[in-house]
Protein backbone atom coordinates (compact mmCIF):
# COMPACT_ATOMS: atom_id res chain seq x y z
CA UNK A 1 0.00 0.00 0.00
CA UNK A 2 2.35 3.05 -1.01
CA UNK A 3 -0.12 5.03 -1.44
CA UNK A 4 -1.02 5.59 2.40
CA UNK A 5 -1.27 8.99 3.22
CA UNK A 6 1.25 10.88 5.88
CA UNK A 7 0.24 14.01 5.25
CA UNK A 8 -2.82 13.83 8.02
CA UNK A 9 -0.30 13.43 10.31
CA UNK A 10 1.77 16.37 9.44
CA UNK A 11 4.48 14.31 7.43
CA UNK A 12 4.81 15.35 4.21
CA UNK A 13 8.19 14.26 1.81
CA UNK A 14 9.93 12.81 -0.63
CA UNK A 15 9.66 9.39 1.29
CA UNK A 16 9.32 5.39 -0.08
CA UNK A 17 7.07 4.13 2.23
CA UNK A 18 7.43 0.91 3.67
CA UNK A 19 3.35 -0.28 4.95
CA UNK A 20 3.68 -3.42 7.09
CA UNK A 21 7.09 -4.59 5.91
CA UNK A 22 7.70 -8.30 5.96
CA UNK A 23 10.49 -9.49 8.15
CA UNK A 24 12.59 -10.39 4.84
CA UNK A 25 12.17 -6.70 4.31
CA UNK A 26 12.91 -5.30 7.41
CA UNK A 27 15.79 -7.79 7.87
CA UNK A 28 17.03 -6.62 4.23
CA UNK A 29 16.61 -2.93 5.21
CA UNK A 30 18.80 -3.35 8.53
CA UNK A 31 22.09 -5.07 7.11
CA UNK A 32 21.89 -2.71 4.22
CA UNK A 33 25.77 -1.08 4.08
CA UNK A 34 23.92 2.16 3.26
CA UNK A 35 22.17 1.89 6.77
CA UNK A 36 24.21 4.25 8.91
CA UNK A 37 24.82 4.52 12.48
CA UNK A 38 21.93 3.30 15.00
CA UNK A 39 20.34 1.93 12.03
CA UNK A 40 22.60 -0.66 10.77
CA UNK A 41 22.21 -4.13 11.94
CA UNK A 42 24.22 -7.08 12.39
CA UNK A 43 23.43 -10.14 11.14
CA UNK A 44 24.24 -13.26 14.12
CA UNK A 45 25.51 -16.28 13.50
CA UNK A 46 21.29 -17.71 14.44
CA UNK A 47 20.14 -16.27 12.12
CA UNK A 48 19.00 -12.88 14.26
CA UNK A 49 19.97 -9.61 13.96
CA UNK A 50 21.91 -7.36 16.58
CA UNK A 51 21.48 -3.64 16.41
CA UNK A 52 22.97 -0.45 18.52
CA UNK A 53 19.65 0.89 19.93
CA UNK A 54 21.59 4.22 20.79
CA UNK A 55 22.48 6.77 23.08
CA UNK A 56 19.75 6.00 25.72
CA UNK A 57 19.89 1.99 26.09
CA UNK A 58 16.28 2.37 28.30
CA UNK A 59 13.67 4.07 29.20
CA UNK A 60 13.16 7.57 30.68
CA UNK A 61 10.15 7.55 32.98
CA UNK A 62 10.26 11.05 33.70
CA UNK A 63 10.00 12.06 29.81
CA UNK A 64 6.75 10.86 30.08
CA UNK A 65 4.01 13.78 29.86
CA UNK A 66 0.00 13.61 29.05
CA UNK A 67 -1.93 16.35 27.53
CA UNK A 68 -4.64 17.78 30.04
CA UNK A 69 -8.19 17.84 28.24
CA UNK A 70 -11.22 17.28 29.04
CA UNK A 71 -11.26 14.04 28.52
CA UNK A 72 -8.13 12.44 30.55
CA UNK A 73 -8.50 15.16 34.01
CA UNK A 74 -11.27 13.53 35.15
CA UNK A 75 -9.78 10.44 35.26
CA UNK A 76 -5.59 10.58 34.52
CA UNK A 77 -3.51 9.77 37.96
CA UNK A 78 -1.35 12.94 38.16
CA UNK A 79 1.04 11.92 40.68
CA UNK A 80 3.62 14.14 39.27
CA UNK A 81 6.96 12.25 38.64
CA UNK A 82 5.15 9.28 36.43
CA UNK A 83 2.56 11.31 34.86
CA UNK A 84 3.16 14.87 34.05
CA UNK A 85 0.66 16.95 32.70
CA UNK A 86 1.78 19.47 29.71
CA UNK A 87 -0.35 21.48 27.51
CA UNK A 88 -1.35 20.59 23.83
CA UNK A 89 0.73 23.53 22.28
CA UNK A 90 3.82 21.57 24.20
CA UNK A 91 2.06 18.54 22.58
CA UNK A 92 1.89 20.23 19.15
CA UNK A 93 5.33 21.50 19.42
CA UNK A 94 7.12 18.32 19.23
CA UNK A 95 4.53 16.85 17.27
CA UNK A 96 6.03 19.47 14.59
CA UNK A 97 9.33 18.91 16.03
CA UNK A 98 9.04 14.98 14.71
CA UNK A 99 6.94 15.24 12.04
CA UNK A 100 9.86 17.64 10.31
CA UNK A 101 11.94 15.12 11.24
CA UNK A 102 9.94 12.30 9.81
CA UNK A 103 9.13 14.77 6.63
CA UNK A 104 12.98 14.61 5.50
CA UNK A 105 13.62 10.70 5.72
CA UNK A 106 14.16 8.92 3.01
CA UNK A 107 12.39 5.78 3.87
CA UNK A 108 9.49 5.81 6.47
CA UNK A 109 8.00 2.39 7.74
CA UNK A 110 4.51 2.14 9.06
CA UNK A 111 3.35 -1.00 10.93
CA UNK A 112 0.03 -1.15 11.78
CA UNK A 113 -0.72 -3.79 14.91
CA UNK A 114 -3.10 -4.42 17.69
CA UNK A 115 -2.65 -4.43 21.26
CA UNK A 116 -4.91 -6.42 22.83
CA UNK A 117 -5.77 -10.63 22.13
CA UNK A 118 -9.64 -9.59 22.35
CA UNK A 119 -11.50 -7.90 19.29
CA UNK A 120 -13.67 -6.23 22.37
CA UNK A 121 -10.66 -4.71 23.89
CA UNK A 122 -7.90 -4.14 21.54
CA UNK A 123 -6.54 -1.18 20.38
CA UNK A 124 -5.50 -0.74 16.65
CA UNK A 125 -2.14 1.00 16.99
CA UNK A 126 -0.21 2.17 14.22
CA UNK A 127 3.26 3.07 14.32
CA UNK A 128 5.07 5.77 11.91
CA UNK A 129 9.18 5.88 12.27
CA UNK A 130 12.05 5.84 9.80
CA UNK A 131 14.81 3.08 11.99
CA UNK A 132 14.15 -0.05 10.22
CA UNK A 133 14.63 -1.90 13.67
CA UNK A 134 11.84 0.06 15.45
CA UNK A 135 9.60 -1.30 12.96
CA UNK A 136 11.27 -4.67 13.57
CA UNK A 137 10.50 -4.37 17.18
CA UNK A 138 6.85 -3.30 17.13
CA UNK A 139 6.32 -6.46 14.38
CA UNK A 140 7.84 -8.44 16.92
CA UNK A 141 5.84 -6.86 20.24
CA UNK A 142 2.60 -6.06 19.01
CA UNK A 143 0.24 -8.22 17.91
CA UNK A 144 0.81 -8.92 14.19
CA UNK A 145 -2.75 -8.67 11.94
CA UNK A 146 -3.96 -11.63 9.17
CA UNK A 147 -3.49 -10.15 5.82
CA UNK A 148 -7.35 -9.77 5.48
CA UNK A 149 -7.47 -8.44 9.19
CA UNK A 150 -5.28 -5.47 7.40
CA UNK A 151 -6.92 -5.85 4.45
CA UNK A 152 -10.22 -4.30 6.71
CA UNK A 153 -7.87 -2.73 9.54
CA UNK A 154 -9.61 0.92 8.29
CA UNK A 155 -8.28 3.78 10.38
CA UNK A 156 -6.33 3.50 13.42
CA UNK A 157 -7.60 4.17 16.86
CA UNK A 158 -4.70 4.98 17.86
CA UNK A 159 -0.97 7.06 16.43
CA UNK A 160 2.26 6.52 17.47
CA UNK A 161 5.44 8.94 15.81
CA UNK A 162 8.58 8.03 16.66
CA UNK A 163 10.80 10.69 15.48
CA UNK A 164 13.31 9.08 17.85
CA UNK A 165 16.41 11.04 15.85
CA UNK A 166 15.01 14.52 16.49
CA UNK A 167 14.83 16.06 20.11
CA UNK A 168 13.41 18.52 21.97
CA UNK A 169 15.97 21.94 22.46
CA UNK A 170 12.96 24.01 24.45
CA UNK A 171 12.37 21.73 27.40
CA UNK A 172 13.02 23.59 29.92
CA UNK A 173 10.88 26.47 29.64
CA UNK A 174 8.40 23.97 28.65
CA UNK A 175 8.63 22.87 31.58
CA UNK A 176 9.61 19.14 30.74
CA UNK A 177 12.41 17.19 31.96
CA UNK A 178 15.01 16.48 29.11
CA UNK A 179 15.22 16.87 26.07
CA UNK A 180 13.58 13.44 25.40
CA UNK A 181 9.78 13.81 25.08
CA UNK A 182 7.31 10.62 25.29
CA UNK A 183 4.04 12.61 24.89
CA UNK A 184 0.74 11.55 24.57
CA UNK A 185 -2.51 13.35 23.51
CA UNK A 186 -5.83 10.88 24.42
CA UNK A 187 -8.23 13.73 22.72
CA UNK A 188 -5.89 13.60 19.12
CA UNK A 189 -5.27 9.82 19.99
CA UNK A 190 -1.77 10.49 19.54
CA UNK A 191 1.95 9.64 20.78
CA UNK A 192 4.89 11.41 20.07
CA UNK A 193 8.30 10.56 20.94
CA UNK A 194 11.62 12.18 20.28
CA UNK A 195 15.10 12.20 21.78
CA UNK A 196 15.27 8.37 22.26
CA UNK A 197 15.98 5.27 20.50
CA UNK A 198 14.57 2.90 23.24
CA UNK A 199 12.06 0.93 21.47
CA UNK A 200 10.70 0.44 24.89
CA UNK A 201 8.95 3.51 24.80
CA UNK A 202 6.56 2.09 22.49
CA UNK A 203 5.82 -0.60 24.09
CA UNK A 204 5.13 0.27 27.48
CA UNK A 205 3.70 3.82 25.92
CA UNK A 206 0.67 1.74 24.64
CA UNK A 207 0.48 -0.16 27.47
CA UNK A 208 -0.31 2.99 29.61
CA UNK A 209 -3.27 3.90 27.39
CA UNK A 210 -4.51 0.13 27.57
CA UNK A 211 -3.87 1.06 32.02
CA UNK A 212 -6.08 3.64 30.84
CA UNK A 213 -9.36 2.86 29.04
CA UNK A 214 -9.37 -1.01 30.22
CA UNK A 215 -9.75 -0.37 34.29
CA UNK A 216 -12.32 2.09 33.57
CA UNK A 217 -14.28 -0.68 32.21
CA UNK A 218 -13.61 -3.12 35.12
CA UNK A 219 -10.70 -5.06 33.54
CA UNK A 220 -7.99 -5.57 35.41
CA UNK A 221 -4.90 -4.22 33.31
CA UNK A 222 -1.71 -5.33 34.71
CA UNK A 223 2.24 -5.58 34.70
CA UNK A 224 2.50 -9.10 34.53
CA UNK A 225 3.52 -12.20 32.73
CA UNK A 226 1.04 -15.31 32.53
CA UNK A 227 1.16 -19.36 31.42
CA UNK A 228 -1.36 -21.64 32.03
CA UNK A 229 -1.15 -25.21 32.62
CA UNK A 230 -2.97 -28.41 30.68
CA UNK A 231 -5.95 -28.15 32.38
CA UNK A 232 -6.43 -24.77 32.34
CA UNK A 233 -4.80 -23.44 35.30
CA UNK A 234 -3.59 -20.07 35.30
CA UNK A 235 -0.68 -18.51 37.07
CA UNK A 236 -0.16 -14.74 36.53
CA UNK A 237 3.40 -13.34 37.98
CA UNK A 238 3.31 -9.49 38.57
CA UNK A 239 7.15 -7.62 38.88
CA UNK A 240 8.91 -4.42 37.96
CA UNK A 241 11.79 -5.17 35.13
CA UNK A 242 14.52 -7.75 35.53
CA UNK A 243 12.03 -9.33 38.79
CA UNK A 244 11.44 -12.51 36.70
CA UNK A 245 8.22 -12.35 34.56
CA UNK A 246 9.77 -13.24 31.40
CA UNK A 247 12.53 -15.69 33.14
CA UNK A 248 9.49 -17.74 34.78
CA UNK A 249 6.82 -18.14 32.89
CA UNK A 250 8.69 -19.64 30.07
CA UNK A 251 8.75 -22.63 31.90
CA UNK A 252 9.05 -26.17 29.91
CA UNK A 253 5.91 -27.91 31.43
CA UNK A 254 3.22 -25.04 30.78
CA UNK A 255 2.36 -22.47 27.91
CA UNK A 256 3.19 -19.39 27.78
CA UNK A 257 -0.07 -16.69 27.37
CA UNK A 258 2.65 -14.15 27.47
CA UNK A 259 5.08 -12.21 29.63
CA UNK A 260 4.57 -8.60 30.75
CA UNK A 261 1.37 -7.00 29.72
CA UNK A 262 -1.88 -8.82 30.48
CA UNK A 263 -5.93 -7.71 30.88
CA UNK A 264 -8.13 -9.88 32.79
CA UNK A 265 -11.72 -9.66 31.95
CA UNK A 266 -15.03 -11.85 32.52
CA UNK A 267 -13.83 -14.62 30.10
CA UNK A 268 -9.76 -15.12 31.63
CA UNK A 269 -6.39 -13.55 31.06
CA UNK A 270 -5.30 -11.97 27.59
CA UNK A 271 -2.16 -10.97 26.28
CA UNK A 272 -2.14 -7.27 24.93
CA UNK A 273 1.15 -8.14 23.16
CA UNK A 274 2.16 -10.41 20.40
CA UNK A 275 5.61 -11.18 21.36
CA UNK A 276 8.65 -11.37 24.47
CA UNK A 277 11.26 -8.97 25.46
CA UNK A 278 13.78 -11.25 26.93
CA UNK A 279 17.19 -9.66 28.84
CA UNK A 280 20.02 -11.48 27.53
CA UNK A 281 22.81 -10.08 29.53
CA UNK A 282 24.82 -13.71 30.88
CA UNK A 283 22.18 -15.74 29.30
CA UNK A 284 23.03 -19.17 29.47
CA UNK A 285 21.33 -22.21 27.32
CA UNK A 286 20.81 -24.23 30.55
CA UNK A 287 19.53 -21.74 32.90
CA UNK A 288 17.05 -20.23 30.03
CA UNK A 289 16.95 -22.70 27.37
CA UNK A 290 13.29 -21.55 25.76
CA UNK A 291 15.09 -17.69 25.53
CA UNK A 292 17.80 -19.66 23.90
CA UNK A 293 16.01 -21.64 21.83
CA UNK A 294 13.91 -18.39 21.06
CA UNK A 295 16.83 -16.36 19.36
CA UNK A 296 17.14 -17.02 15.33
CA UNK A 297 15.40 -15.67 12.73
CA UNK A 298 13.34 -12.62 12.93
CA UNK A 299 14.31 -12.44 16.46
CA UNK A 300 15.94 -8.65 17.59
CA UNK A 301 18.98 -8.53 19.62
CA UNK A 302 19.65 -5.12 21.11
CA UNK A 303 23.23 -3.78 21.98
CA UNK A 304 24.80 -7.28 21.93
CA UNK A 305 28.54 -7.40 20.42
CA UNK A 306 28.39 -9.88 17.85
CA UNK A 307 32.06 -11.59 17.52
CA UNK A 308 33.75 -11.70 13.71
CA UNK A 309 32.20 -14.93 13.32
CA UNK A 310 28.59 -13.97 13.92
CA UNK A 311 28.71 -15.48 17.28
CA UNK A 312 26.05 -13.02 19.97
CA UNK A 313 28.13 -12.63 22.94
CA UNK A 314 25.88 -12.29 26.30
CA UNK A 315 28.57 -11.84 28.26
CA UNK A 316 28.50 -8.50 30.32
CA UNK A 317 31.44 -7.11 30.32
CA UNK A 318 31.24 -7.03 26.00
CA UNK A 319 28.78 -5.16 26.49
CA UNK A 320 28.25 -1.14 26.54
CA UNK A 321 24.61 -1.48 28.85
CA UNK A 322 23.42 -4.54 31.25
CA UNK A 323 19.96 -3.53 29.11
CA UNK A 324 20.88 -6.21 26.64
CA UNK A 325 17.84 -7.19 24.89
CA UNK A 326 16.12 -9.60 22.76
CA UNK A 327 12.73 -9.34 20.98
CA UNK A 328 11.00 -12.12 19.27
CA UNK A 329 7.43 -12.93 17.94
CA UNK A 330 5.57 -15.21 20.75
CA UNK A 331 5.41 -18.39 18.42
CA UNK A 332 9.52 -18.52 19.24
CA UNK A 333 8.50 -19.80 22.30
CA UNK A 334 7.69 -23.93 21.33
CA UNK A 335 4.41 -23.49 23.96
CA UNK A 336 2.61 -21.04 23.71
CA UNK A 337 -2.04 -20.75 24.20
CA UNK A 338 -2.69 -19.55 20.36
CA UNK A 339 -4.43 -16.74 20.99
CA UNK A 340 -2.82 -15.26 23.68
CA UNK A 341 -5.71 -16.16 26.17
CA UNK A 342 -6.80 -18.18 28.51
CA UNK A 343 -9.13 -18.83 31.73
CA UNK A 344 -9.10 -16.98 35.11
CA UNK A 345 -5.99 -16.71 36.99
CA UNK A 346 -5.80 -19.18 39.99
CA UNK A 347 -2.13 -18.00 40.83
CA UNK A 348 -1.45 -14.73 41.25
CA UNK A 349 2.32 -14.09 41.94
CA UNK A 350 4.32 -11.03 42.66
CA UNK A 351 7.85 -10.81 41.99
CA UNK A 352 9.39 -8.44 44.43
CA UNK A 353 13.79 -8.31 43.89
CA UNK A 354 14.13 -7.69 47.60
CA UNK A 355 17.86 -5.54 47.46
CA UNK A 356 17.62 -5.62 51.54
CA UNK A 357 17.98 -9.22 51.47
CA UNK A 358 15.07 -9.43 54.42
CA UNK A 359 11.92 -10.88 52.74
CA UNK A 360 11.44 -14.31 52.44
CA UNK A 361 11.72 -16.12 49.26
CA UNK A 362 8.00 -17.07 48.97
CA UNK A 363 5.26 -15.93 51.50
CA UNK A 364 1.52 -16.82 51.43
CA UNK A 365 -0.71 -14.18 51.34
CA UNK A 366 -4.60 -13.42 52.29
CA UNK A 367 -6.44 -11.69 51.10
CA UNK A 368 -5.69 -8.04 52.70
CA UNK A 369 -2.30 -8.51 52.95
CA UNK A 370 -2.29 -9.42 48.95
CA UNK A 371 -4.27 -6.02 48.81
CA UNK A 372 -1.37 -4.32 50.83
CA UNK A 373 1.33 -5.72 48.89
CA UNK A 374 -0.08 -4.69 45.69
CA UNK A 375 -0.76 -1.27 46.47
CA UNK A 376 2.90 -1.06 48.47
CA UNK A 377 4.50 -2.60 45.53
CA UNK A 378 8.17 -2.86 46.99
CA UNK A 379 10.29 -4.09 45.03
CA UNK A 380 13.62 -2.97 43.48
CA UNK A 381 14.73 -0.90 40.42
CA UNK A 382 17.23 -3.51 39.21
CA UNK A 383 20.42 -2.20 36.63
CA UNK A 384 19.50 -1.79 32.98
CA UNK A 385 15.74 -0.60 32.12
CA UNK A 386 15.27 2.54 33.06
CA UNK A 387 17.50 4.71 32.41
CA UNK A 388 19.97 6.66 35.69
CA UNK A 389 19.82 2.84 37.10
CA UNK A 390 22.84 1.22 37.50
CA UNK A 391 22.25 -0.54 40.83
CA UNK A 392 19.42 -2.68 42.58
CA UNK A 393 17.61 0.44 43.92
CA UNK A 394 15.00 -0.52 46.19
CA UNK A 395 11.37 1.10 45.36
CA UNK A 396 7.86 1.20 46.63
CA UNK A 397 6.05 0.77 43.19
CA UNK A 398 2.51 0.37 43.26
CA UNK A 399 0.44 -2.12 41.00
CA UNK A 400 4.35 -3.43 40.60
CA UNK A 401 4.46 -1.05 37.31
CA UNK A 402 4.18 2.92 38.87
CA UNK A 403 5.69 3.44 35.85
CA UNK A 404 2.95 2.39 33.53
CA UNK A 405 0.29 3.68 35.34
CA UNK A 406 -2.01 5.97 34.63
CA UNK A 407 -5.45 5.65 36.89
CA UNK A 408 -4.74 5.99 40.99
CA UNK A 409 -3.27 2.55 41.97
CA UNK A 410 -6.17 2.16 44.13
CA UNK A 411 -7.83 1.52 40.74
CA UNK A 412 -5.64 -1.27 39.62
CA UNK A 413 -6.04 -2.85 43.12
CA UNK A 414 -9.83 -2.91 43.07
CA UNK A 415 -10.19 -4.49 39.74
CA UNK A 416 -7.48 -7.06 40.28
CA UNK A 417 -7.91 -8.08 44.18
CA UNK A 418 -11.85 -8.56 42.65
CA UNK A 419 -10.98 -10.58 40.19
CA UNK A 420 -9.07 -12.67 42.81
CA UNK A 421 -12.27 -13.18 45.00
CA UNK A 422 -14.43 -14.03 42.11
CA UNK A 423 -12.31 -16.47 41.26
CA UNK A 424 -10.87 -18.14 44.72
CA UNK A 425 -7.15 -16.91 42.84
CA UNK A 426 -4.30 -17.43 45.92
CA UNK A 427 -1.63 -14.59 46.05
CA UNK A 428 1.76 -14.69 46.91
CA UNK A 429 5.13 -12.58 47.50
CA UNK A 430 8.36 -14.30 45.71
CA UNK A 431 11.73 -12.63 46.14
CA UNK A 432 13.30 -12.92 43.66
CA UNK A 433 16.24 -10.85 44.96
CA UNK A 434 18.66 -11.34 47.68
CA UNK A 435 18.69 -13.11 51.23
CA UNK A 436 21.30 -12.60 54.16
CA UNK A 437 24.55 -14.93 52.04
CA UNK A 438 24.48 -11.72 50.06
CA UNK A 439 23.95 -13.59 46.85
CA UNK A 440 20.60 -13.32 45.13
CA UNK A 441 17.88 -16.80 45.42
CA UNK A 442 19.22 -18.61 42.39
CA UNK A 443 16.70 -19.26 40.06
CA UNK A 444 16.83 -22.94 40.80
CA UNK A 445 15.13 -22.00 44.10
CA UNK A 446 13.01 -19.88 42.62
CA UNK A 447 11.67 -22.16 39.84
CA UNK A 448 11.09 -24.93 42.76
CA UNK A 449 8.84 -22.51 44.67
CA UNK A 450 7.12 -21.95 41.98
CA UNK A 451 6.41 -25.42 40.95
CA UNK A 452 5.16 -25.62 44.98
CA UNK A 453 2.92 -22.87 44.09
CA UNK A 454 1.83 -24.08 41.16
CA UNK A 455 0.80 -28.06 41.54
CA UNK A 456 -0.39 -26.36 45.53
CA UNK A 457 1.57 -27.95 47.72
CA UNK A 458 2.85 -24.97 49.37
CA UNK A 459 -0.56 -24.96 51.14
CA UNK A 460 0.15 -27.85 52.74
CA UNK A 461 3.41 -27.02 53.97
CA UNK A 462 4.65 -26.37 57.31
CA UNK A 463 4.98 -22.24 58.22
CA UNK A 464 6.46 -19.77 60.59
CA UNK A 465 4.84 -16.48 60.69
CA UNK A 466 7.68 -13.89 60.22
CA UNK A 467 7.53 -11.05 62.71
CA UNK A 468 8.06 -7.00 61.60
CA UNK A 469 7.62 -8.03 58.41
CA UNK A 470 4.05 -9.88 59.55
CA UNK A 471 4.50 -12.57 56.69
CA UNK A 472 3.49 -16.06 56.72
CA UNK A 473 6.01 -18.22 54.90
CA UNK A 474 6.63 -22.23 54.06
CA UNK A 475 9.43 -24.03 55.61
CA UNK A 476 9.86 -26.98 53.59
CA UNK A 477 8.78 -27.02 49.84
CA UNK A 478 9.93 -30.46 47.12
CA UNK A 479 13.40 -29.19 45.69
CA UNK A 480 13.89 -26.16 47.46
CA UNK A 481 16.79 -25.68 50.15
CA UNK A 482 15.12 -25.02 53.12
CA UNK A 483 17.65 -23.00 54.83
CA UNK A 484 16.44 -20.18 52.93
CA UNK A 485 12.59 -20.45 53.41
CA UNK A 486 12.77 -18.20 57.07
CA UNK A 487 15.01 -15.40 56.13
CA UNK A 488 16.49 -15.15 59.54
CA UNK A 489 18.07 -18.65 58.77
CA UNK A 490 20.24 -17.16 56.14
CA UNK A 491 21.80 -14.38 58.77
CA UNK A 492 24.71 -14.96 61.12
CA UNK A 493 23.22 -12.93 63.58
CA UNK A 494 19.72 -12.85 63.88
CA UNK A 495 19.77 -9.22 65.15
CA UNK A 496 21.36 -8.13 61.61
CA UNK A 497 17.93 -9.21 60.18
CA UNK A 498 16.27 -7.78 62.61
CA UNK A 499 17.77 -4.63 62.27
CA UNK A 500 16.84 -4.80 58.76
CA UNK A 501 13.47 -5.85 58.56
CA UNK A 502 12.79 -2.74 61.09
CA UNK A 503 13.65 -0.22 58.46
CA UNK A 504 12.41 -2.06 55.87
CA UNK A 505 9.43 -2.15 57.68
CA UNK A 506 9.55 1.58 58.50
CA UNK A 507 9.25 2.61 55.12
CA UNK A 508 6.55 0.43 54.22
CA UNK A 509 4.49 2.03 56.97
CA UNK A 510 5.86 5.61 55.65
CA UNK A 511 5.12 4.56 52.04
CA UNK A 512 1.47 3.11 53.26
CA UNK A 513 0.86 6.73 54.41
CA UNK A 514 -0.69 8.31 50.69
CA UNK A 515 -3.22 5.31 50.75
CA UNK A 516 -4.88 5.85 54.22
CA UNK A 517 -7.10 9.11 53.76
CA UNK A 518 -9.84 6.39 53.04
CA UNK A 519 -11.10 3.98 55.70
CA UNK A 520 -10.59 0.92 53.66
CA UNK A 521 -7.01 1.41 53.40
CA UNK A 522 -6.84 2.01 56.84
CA UNK A 523 -7.93 -1.81 57.53
CA UNK A 524 -5.46 -2.91 55.72
CA UNK A 525 -2.88 -1.55 57.87
CA UNK A 526 -2.47 -4.46 60.47
CA UNK A 527 -2.04 -6.41 57.25
CA UNK A 528 1.63 -4.57 56.78
CA UNK A 529 4.84 -4.85 58.47
CA UNK A 530 4.60 -3.85 62.14
CA UNK A 531 6.84 -2.67 64.79
N1 LIG B 1 15.82 -16.04 41.45
C1 LIG B 1 15.63 -15.49 40.28
N2 LIG B 1 14.37 -15.42 39.76
C2 LIG B 1 14.17 -14.84 38.57
N3 LIG B 1 15.15 -14.30 37.79
C3 LIG B 1 16.42 -14.37 38.26
C4 LIG B 1 16.71 -14.95 39.52
N4 LIG B 1 18.04 -14.85 39.71
C5 LIG B 1 18.56 -14.25 38.64
N5 LIG B 1 17.60 -13.95 37.74
C6 LIG B 1 17.83 -13.24 36.45
O1 LIG B 1 17.12 -12.03 36.52
C7 LIG B 1 16.62 -11.68 35.23
C8 LIG B 1 15.11 -11.58 35.27
O2 LIG B 1 14.73 -10.90 34.11
P1 LIG B 1 13.34 -11.03 33.39
O3 LIG B 1 12.77 -12.39 33.57
O4 LIG B 1 13.53 -10.55 31.99
O5 LIG B 1 12.50 -9.97 34.21
P2 LIG B 1 11.19 -9.21 33.77
O6 LIG B 1 10.55 -9.97 32.66
O7 LIG B 1 10.39 -9.17 35.02
O8 LIG B 1 11.65 -7.85 33.34
C9 LIG B 1 17.06 -12.74 34.27
O9 LIG B 1 18.25 -12.30 33.64
C10 LIG B 1 17.33 -13.95 35.20
O10 LIG B 1 18.30 -14.82 34.69
C1 LIG C 1 10.68 -3.26 28.64
C2 LIG C 1 10.50 -2.90 29.88
O1 LIG C 1 10.18 -3.74 30.92
P1 LIG C 1 10.43 -5.27 31.22
O2 LIG C 1 11.86 -5.34 31.63
O3 LIG C 1 9.48 -5.56 32.31
O4 LIG C 1 10.22 -6.01 29.96
C3 LIG C 1 10.56 -1.49 30.27
O5 LIG C 1 10.22 -1.26 31.44
O6 LIG C 1 10.91 -0.64 29.45
Given at each position: ?A????S?????????I?????Y??????E?D???????????????????????????????????????????????????????????A?????????L????????????????ED???????????????????????R?????L?N???????????????????????????????????E????????W?????K???????????????????H????????????????????????L??????????????G????????????????????E?D????????????AL????????????????????????????????I???V????????K?????S?????V????????E????Y????????????????I?E???S???A???????????????????????????????????????????L???????DA????????A???????L????????N??D????????T??????????????????????????D??D???L???????
Open positions: MNLDLKYGISGNFELHNPTEELFQAIPANEGFEKGVLTTTGAVSVDTGKFTGRSPKDKFFVKDAVTDEHLWWDGTINRPTTPEVFHCKDLVTKQSTAKKLYVVDTFCGTNTRLKVRFVMEVAWQAHFVTNMFIPSHYEAYGEPDFVCLNGSKTSNPNWKEQGLNSEVFTLFNLTRMQVIGGTYGGEMKGIFALQNYYLPLRGIASMCSANVGKDGDVAIFFGLSGTGKTTSADPKRYLIGDDEHWDDHGVFNYEGGCYAKVIDLKKEPDIWRAIRRDLENVTVGADGTPDYSAAASKTENTRVSYPIYHNKISPSRAGHAKIIYLADAFGLPPVSILDKSAQHFLSGFTSKLAGTERGTPVPFSPFGEAFLTLHPTMYAKTLIGKAKEHNAKVYLVNTGWNGTGKRISKNTRAIIIIDGSIENPTVHVPINLVAPTALNVSNILDPRDYADVAEWETKAKSLAAKYIKNFEQYCNDAKAIPSGPQL
